[in-house]
């Protein structure tokens, strides 16, 4: 988990992802259409990645990708990030964690 707490506090936001995860992609896309450059930590093409994956479920990330991360705190996958996204709370995390300006 300490590995992948310092990669999540890189940046404002961090998506770990997949390159071939189809809900990975469909996340970043919501992200960058917002304006918002996320550091995005493919999983697939680390060595380490499954070490993470597995640290990424113990966190409460279910299924493990894509797993976000706003202001070096955990919102969770795909479904946490839409219903945040249409509740229009996603855009204020943003602002709030310095990752979107507007």
């Known amino acids: 988990m300490d590995r992948v707490a310092k990669i999540s506090s890189q940046k404002a936001v ?3 992802s997949k390159s071939t995860c189809c ?14 450059s996320p550091l995005i930590h493919e999983l697939d ?3 380490r990645g499954k070490e993470i994956e597995r640290a990424l479920m113990k ?10 991360f706003i202001g070096g705190r955990l919102i969770g ?3 946490t ?4 996204q249409l509740d229009g709370s ?12 507007l």
């Open 14 to 16: 961090v998506i770990f």
């Open 23 to 36: 809900m990975c992609h469909a996340i970043k896309r919501l992200f960058y259409e917002q304006g918002v």
């Open 45 to 47: 093409e680390d060595p």
């Open 59 to 68: 966190a409460g990330c279910s299924p493990a990708v894509p797993a976000v």
């Open 77 to 79: 996958s795909a479904n």
């Open 81 to 84: 990030v839409m219903t945040l």
């Open 90 to 101: 996603l855009k204020q995390m943003l602002k709030d964690a310095g990752a979107l300006w």
